[in-house]
């Protein structure tokens, strides 16, 4: 017996990309719908080796149905997923808009699986930001063995992050440099973004920071300890898919780099690539279309008494959107719904 499913923004970049990985994972569906606003009605979706008519999010009704996986922004989200889980459909929702609710858990499956127990108080579970994703499944082990205290991150997030028309726009300007007559100013950033780099992913706040900064602050301490102390710059880089962080952290206990790598190596989600030769890390480029969160570049920081330096690589498509929403699917009927 398997679950009824909806995906809500199913013609979007995460939607579409929730349902490949849903069929990809042969998660256990008996039914499954693909909603969108009505000016995508009729639009068609690929589950698999089956295609999907999308229907209208406005009309449906939630009751019966299992599990809802929101792919659309938190305003929208905020009209609909009350409206799903009144009706008694767990929301998994890929919006910023729940993670800060006390009342409803912040997931990621390999570093807080535990918390999934708190869903019911709202029938919604919260996905977090893709760049503390994948970044806390990194440091997730680091901190079981050795404690980190502090964390200073720098991101290198793809455009994809912004969705498709930042895609187009990275394209279209890279096509217009090298035609004359057909150069093409931003429009979805305040800058140029291609052959450039943008210090500057969602809105500014009063202290300097941006949001995603904040985001990054404020999700790592909610999904893996409040103690820590984490302070982030994240920039917007000419790639189309593909989060990279550089990320240098530091712990109550010394850790070597050696057992570091090896605790890695153990570590769910985590894949090692650590070779100290030309080649020998991940890229962005390598990591599209794959589940893991790649880490490269493990080394000792001289300058403080108990550091580390990595290097972090994920498909935030995946990762840091549909693959963790659908893995906390996965975790939700384990220990919750027991279907499948």
């Not at 256990?28 to 008519?53: H, N, Q, W, Y």
């Not at 009342?103 to 579970?125: C, H, M, T």
């Not at 989600?269 to 493990?298: F, M």
Request: proline share 5%; glycine share 8%; with cysteine.
């Amino acid at each position: 017996m398997g679950y009824r499913v909806a995906v809500v923004g199913a013609t979007g970049n995460v939607g579409r990309e929730m349902l490949n990985i849903l069929a990809e994972r042969e998660f256990p569906v008996d039914e499954i719908v693909a909603l969108a606003s009505r000016k995508s009605l009729g639009s068609e979706c690929s589950f698999g080796d089956r295609t999907l008519k999308t229907q209208d999010l406005d009309t449906f009704d939630f009751a019966g149905w299992d599990i809802a996986f929101f792919a659309i922004g938190s305003d929208a989200t905020k009209k609909y997923a009350p409206v799903a889980a009144k009706a008694g459909c767990v929301v998994i929702d890929n919006s910023s808009l729940y993670r800060y609710d006390p009342e409803v858990p912040l997931i990621v499956p390999e570093v807080n699986p535990d918390a999934i127990a708190g869903y019911s108080r709202k029938n919604i579970i919260a996905n977090p930001n893709c760049s503390t994703a994948q970044m806390v499944v990194a440091l997730k082990p680091i901190h079981d063995r050795a404690r980190i205290t502090r964390v200073v991150v720098s991101t290198y997030q793809s455009v994809s992050g912004t969705g498709k028309e930042a895609m187009d726009e990275l394209w279209n300007q890279t096509k217009g440099i090298y035609v004359p007559g057909q150069e093409v100013e931003p429009k979805v950033y305040p800058k140029q973004i291609a052959f450039n780099v943008i210090p500057h992913i969602d809105v500014f706040m009063e202290d300097g920071s941006t949001k995603e900064e904040w985001k990054m602050v404020a999700e790592t301490k909610k999904i893996m300890d409040p103690s820590i102390k984490v302070t982030a710059t994240c920039v917007r880089v000419p790639v189309f898919v593909g989060h990279s962080e550089a990320v240098n952290v530091e712990t109550e206990d010394f850790l070597d780099e050696e057992e570091a790598r090896e605790i890695l190596r153990e570590a769910p989600g985590v894949l090692v690539v650590d070779k100290r030769e030309p080649g020998g890390y991940v890229t962005p480029v390598e990591c599209v279309g794959e589940y893991a969160t790649y880490v490269s570049r493990i080394r000792q920081d001289s300058t403080v008494e108990n550091g580390l330096n990595l290097w972090v690589v994920s498909d935030n498509l995946r990762k840091g959107a549909a693959l963790n929403a659908v893995q906390i699917a996965e975790l939700l009927g384990r220990r919750v719904l027991r279907k499948g």
